[in-house]
């Protein structure tokens, strides 16, 4: 069966940075997704790749200072988080798509999520 495991959420002070990580185990599809969800607000796209890493976009919001990157031998993606702010606060998420996009629903697969809180 298909399983994320996303780890490396933690505490850290504005400015700072942070490493994300998402495993996948099960299958393999066309587009890994990082996705963000604040209190009492919708889930929303910070980036996606495609697995193979052809492909990269990220939300405008956090263009220039997140950065996905891959270890396939791994099977993992990584969101590297600098120069964080307080609004980047959310639980972080990854999901599996079968075509890329930038949408909830557009993803089949999620993991638990890992809480990013980003202190003033």
């Known amino acids: 069966q298909v399983q994320l495991v996303e780890s490396g959420g933690g505490l850290v002070q504005a400015g700072g940075s942070l490493r994300l990580s998402c495993a996948a185990s099960?299958?393999?599809?066309?587009?890994m997704g990082w996705f963000r969800q604040a209190p009492g607000k919708e889930r929303e796209f910070v980036g996606a790749v495609s697995w193979a890493g052809g492909y990269i976009y990220y939300a405008d919001s956090v263009k220039g200072r997140f950065t996905i990157s891959r270890d396939n031998a791994k099977n993992t993606r990584y969101l590297q988080m600098n120069s964080l702010k307080p609004e980047d606060t959310a639980v972080y998420y990854c999901?599996?798509?079968?075509?890329?996009?930038?949408?909830?629903?557009?993803?089949?697969?999620w993991g638990q999520g890992t809480q990013v809180t980003v202190s003033s």
């Open positions: 099960g299958r393999t599809f066309y587009t």
């Open positions: 999901a599996l798509a079968r075509l890329i996009g930038t949408k909830t629903s557009d993803y089949d697969y």
